[in-house]
Every structure is written in C-alpha cells, then in structure tokens.
C-alpha cells in the first residue's frame, strides 16, 4: 500500500473509533441508570459571592462523600493575584479512610499545563476552556466507603477558586473496582545521565496517561529520549519508543495543539528556558501491571553552547522536569514520590501587577496612562493602557532585582484591536546589546546569538491578531504571556522602556480610519532562572557523544 494511502487509512481508522467510542456513550444513555446523582459546590443560596476563599497556607476539604459511589465530573475556576496560581493550588483526594492521598496534584498540572501556566486543552479526561480558566475532570473516581477531597492554597497571597464536584451515590460498587490514582513527581535538577523516572508503581493495576513538562536549562530540541515501561520487575523493557514526541505520537517535533488522547499545551521557541507542556493518555491502550511497573524518559537531546552552536545531537541534557502519573490499581497506593513544596515547583519571580503601580511608570507627554475599571481577561479585573496616538510615544517601567543573576522577562500583553507595535529596550539598551531577545519573528529564536543584531526582533505587536473567540474577544481582548528575552542582571533597579514604532494595518478605527497606537498589558515578570551555567555540562556531555545512540 502506498504511503498516502496509509496515512488515510489510520486517519479513517481514528475516525471510525472516535464515533464508535461516542456512540458507545450516548447509546449508554438509553438504558436505565444505577444510583442517585449528587454535588458539593462551593456555592451558596444567600447571595452571588459563590467562590471559596484560601488565606495563605489554607487547606480546604471541599467535598466528604459517604460511599459507595463514583466521581463522574469535577470543575474548577481559580483566581488568584499569583500569576503562577496553577502551580499553588494543590488538589488531594483520599479514598476509603486512607491518610495518604491517592491523587496529590498541583491543579494546573493535573490539567495538563505545568509551570505555573495556563492554555486551553480539550481532551477525552480533562478539558480546559476560557483560555486556561476553566477547569474540567472526566476521569472516573470510584470508591466503596467514602471519599474526601481537599484543595490548598501553597502561596503567600490570597486566593479564591469555584468548584463543583459531581458525583453518583451508588448501592454498590464491584469489589473488583480500581482506585484512580495521579501523583505529581519533578527532578530538580536533574542527575547527570540519568533517566527521568515518570512513575513507579507497585500492586496490580494499569497506568493510564501522562503529562509532562519541561524548563528547558539549554537551546535547541529537548526530547530525543526513548520512553520505556519494565513491568513486573522486568530488568529489559518490554516496551521501549523511539523519541519524546514519538511518546506523545506526534512527529517531528512538536506543535501546540489538543486531541482526545494526545496533545502539546504550550511550546515555546527554543530557545534556552523554553517551556513545553505535553500529554498522552493511555485509555485505549493502557500499560497493564499485575506487580510492579516503572516508568522512564531519557532526557536527551540537541546540546547547543552560549554562541548558539550546536555541539551535540543527542546527549545528556541539564533541562528541569515535573509531570504527573495517572492509573489505576486494586489497592490504595501508597506515594512513591514526595511532594516538593510550592517555592521548589516555580522559579523566584519579580511580579508587577501594571494596575498597582502605575505611579511608577514614567512616559512620554503625549501618552496618557489610563487604569480601566473592568475587564475579565486580567489578573487584578481592573486594566493598565497606555493611550498613544502617535508612533514615538514611550512608557518606562522600573523593576528591582533582589539578587544578582539570569532573568526571564516576560509581559502579559492584553491583546486589543486598538493597540500598537512596539520596541522593547533594557536599561536603555537594544536587547541583542543588553542580553538575548527571545522575541520571535521570523527567524530561529535559537540562533540569536548568530544573527546581525538588526536581523533580531526587538519589536512586539500589541494588536489582537488571533480572534479566537468573536465576544471575548471583541469586547475584552485577550491576555498572552509572551517573553522578550533573557538577561543577566546585578541587584538593584532595572527599566524595561516600549517605544510605539508602529501600528497593525488592521488596527484602523472603524469610524475614522486612523491607526492606533496604544498598549494594554497585565503583568510584568522577571523570573530567575535555576540554572547554573551550563558550560560544565555541555563539555562533560560531549564526551559521551560518539556513545550516543
């Protein structure tokens, strides 16, 4: 068979077993339906003020369910002034009694986002909608006696989170019935050669998904690393991949998309400290155990040195990895993992919230600085604009920098249909002088330091290209993080200045045809990186390249 035609027949395959499975479940509807159904929510009947509220450091049972029954639905909406909030609020589920939790996850990482950020995913299990927001559970949870569930706010600001949690009271659940597990595991930093481990379970059951994230310590393509599964105490693999992405059955390297049992949820450039968010679940073809069953990922990949050069195809990498395991077994498993404290999963972090201190910011004369009462795409629902009329207009944002070291800079732009383009500058300096623009632009973000420094973006485009979604979007904009690049800073206090160069074509007032040159934005944020430097590394690496497989 030809290869297209291959590729059609897998995709008609997929098809077929995608309407199948869907069929199966609402065929599943016309038959009578065991047990009763119920809900804890965090709502109230007094009044509108229907989210639960965490001081700092609160844990909250927020659902004690006498069995047997079933979990069928959990939702989310947490809001928090911590920007890494996904990465804060922490989810636990116990089942039958048990004083270990079963599940033990930071929030957005069990919705397949890690690193404390947000993006849309829209899988069999787990949905995620409003551009990061909205939070929605599928996986089934029984349990025979009872089930409690808790959620802890791990940061120091106060925080808030809807949720409602559906479940089934049942007369009985089969004494075979697994338990749902999901524990989250991170390697901070990594050992030197070794694999990753992903899970390591013991008992009889079957492992059913994964979500993995990196922070990349280096540029370049991060995931030559086989997958392998020893089940039963196996000393070879019986089940080895052939590449990171092959495990995540994408080709190629990766793309941000979604699908009902793979998906990539963020993919930053590669640059060095890229960011990357993948998952599979394995519900069609589940990883089967009846003892024990220990997962790895080697962490191999393109090695590339400061001169963006690379050096090595396939070798040790220095990158930082968490994810999160998910499966079922006959018996409540106990950790195998211990569960780092919130200031071990995020990096140290410099954060403005634009709408506080405004004060601060210097501009132009002709820029006026406007704080707007309302808008639901932000952090603090009130918004930051520079209104600007003209290209030359400026703003200066001081930030101060606790301790010396390597930072990420990043804006939450606030995309809107009237905003300008505009030029970043660091303490007075084009980027490629002050350090390395991670601004993409048409060219590889990893080969910065090989370009002419008038080939490097330096510019970011405030208008709203995307459109998602006609009302939002219309209405209030969108937020976007998006990098500008990293430096390394002395402490004391730093500026980031924007300069209007330009406007988007499109951004025409409908009325009078002018372009507009305004700036909306949320936050600023100056993320210190936990990487040393990785020259030590890289040489010790490429000693080991002509091993490499």
């Known amino acids: 068979m030809k290869r297209v035609g291959i590729v059609y027949l897998l995709i008609a395959m997929l098809g077929a077993f995608t309407t199948t499975a869907t069929a199966q479940m609402l065929d599943s509807l016309t038959r009578p339906q065991a047990g009763r159904s119920m809900r804890s929510s965090s709502g109230n009947s007094v009044d509108n003020s229907d989210s639960a509220k965490f001081?700092?450091?609160?844990?909250?049972?927020?659902?004690?369910?006498?069995?047997?029954?079933?979990?069928?639905?959990?939702?989310?909406?947490?809001?928090?002034?911590?920007?890494?909030?996904?990465?804060?609020?922490?989810?636990?589920?116990?089942?039958d009694g048990a004083e270990v939790p079963s599940v033990e996850v930071p929030l957005g990482d069990f919705?397949?986002?890690?690193?404390?950020?947000?993006?849309?995913?829209?899988?069999?299990?787990?949905?995620?909608?409003?551009?990061?927001?909205?939070?929605?559970c599928y996986w089934p949870m029984p349990f025979k006696k009872e089930a409690r569930l808790t959620l802890t706010n791990d940061s120091n600001i106060p925080c808030s989170s809807y949720f409602q949690i559906d479940w089934v009271q049942l007369d009985e659940v089969p004494e075979s019935t697994m338990y749902f597990h999901a524990r989250y595991h991170q390697e901070y930093p990594p050992e030197f050669g070794e694999p990753y481990t992903v899970f390591v379970g013991k008992g009889n059951g079957h492992y059913v998904g994964t979500v993995l994230s990196s922070q990349n310590a280096i540029g370049h393509w991060f995931g030559e690393g086989d997958d392998m599964f020893y089940i039963d105490g196996e000393k070879v693999p019986s089940i080895q991949g052939t590449g990171t992405e092959d495990y995540i059955n994408e080709a190629w390297n990766m793309r941000v998309h979604s699908s009902l049992f793979t998906g990539c949820t963020v993919f930053e450039p590669r640059a060095p400290d890229a960011r990357v968010t993948a998952y599979r679940w394995h519900i069609?073809?589940?990883?089967?155990?009846?003892?024990?069953?220990?997962?790895?990922?080697?962490?191999?990949?393109?090695?590339?040195?400061?001169?963006?050069?690379?050096?090595?195809?396939?070798?040790?990498?220095p990158?930082?990895?968490?994810?999160?395991?998910?499966?079922?077994?006959?018996t409540i498993a106990e950790p195998w993992c211990e569960f780092p404290p919130y200031q071990d999963r995020i990096n140290k972090e410099v954060v403005l919230q634009l709408p506080l201190v405004v004060d601060t910011i210097r501009h132009s004369p002709e820029v006026k600085l406007q704080i707007n009462d309302y808008n639901r795409a932000t952090y603090t629902k009130t918004w930051f604009q520079a209104f600007n009329d003209r290209v030359g207009g400026w703003i200066e944002i001081p930030f101060e920098?606790?301790?010396?070291?390597?930072?990420?800079?990043?804006i939450f732009q606030h995309l809107r249909e009237d905003n300008g383009i505009w030029k970043v500058l660091i303490d007075g300096k084009e980027l490629c002088e002050a350090g390395e623009s991670h601004i993409a632009g048409g060219y590889?973000?990893?080969?910065?330091?090989?370009?002419?420094?008038?080939?490097?973006?330096?510019?970011?485009?405030?208008?709203?290209?995307?459109?998602?979604?006609?009302?939002?979007?219309?209405?209030?904009?969108q937020r976007r993080e998006r990098k500008i690049g990293l430096?390394?800073?002395?402490?004391?206090?730093?500026?980031?200045?924007?300069?209007c160069v330009g406007s988007n074509p499109e951004?025409?007032?409908?009325?009078?045809?002018?372009?507009?040159?305004?700036?909306?934005?949320?936050?600023?944020?100056a993320r210190k990186l936990p990487f040393g430097d990785p020259t030590e590394w890289i040489e010790k690496a490429r000693e080991l390249e002509p091993k490499a497989r």
């Open 319 to 330: 990158d930082f990895w968490s994810s999160v395991s998910y499966w079922y077994q006959d």
């Open 487 to 499: 430096f390394q800073f002395e402490p004391g206090v730093h500026t980031i200045r924007f300069v």
């Open 55 to 95: 001081a700092p450091g609160e844990c909250k049972t927020i659902a004690h369910f006498k069995g047997p029954g079933k979990i069928a639905h959990m939702w989310f909406t947490p809001n928090s002034m911590d920007i890494r909030h996904p990465r804060a609020f922490v989810l636990r589920a116990y089942w």
């Open 111 to 136: 919705f397949a986002v890690g690193n404390g950020m947000q993006a849309n995913v829209d899988s069999l299990p787990v949905k995620v909608c409003s551009r990061g927001r909205g939070y929605n």
């Open 444 to 477: 590889r973000v990893s080969l910065v330091n090989q370009l002419p420094p008038d080939e490097v973006n330096t510019t970011l485009d405030f208008f709203n290209i995307f459109r998602k979604d006609e009302h939002e979007d219309y209405i209030y904009g």
């Open 284 to 317: 069609p073809d589940p990883i089967i155990f009846r003892k024990s069953l220990r997962f790895e990922l080697e962490r191999r990949g393109f090695l590339m040195n400061s001169l963006g050069e690379v050096v090595a195809s396939s070798a040790p990498r």
């Open 507 to 525: 951004s025409a007032d409908p009325k009078t045809g002018k372009l507009r040159y305004n700036l909306t934005a949320d936050v600023f944020s």
């Open 401 to 410: 920098i606790p301790e010396a070291g390597r930072y990420s800079l990043s």
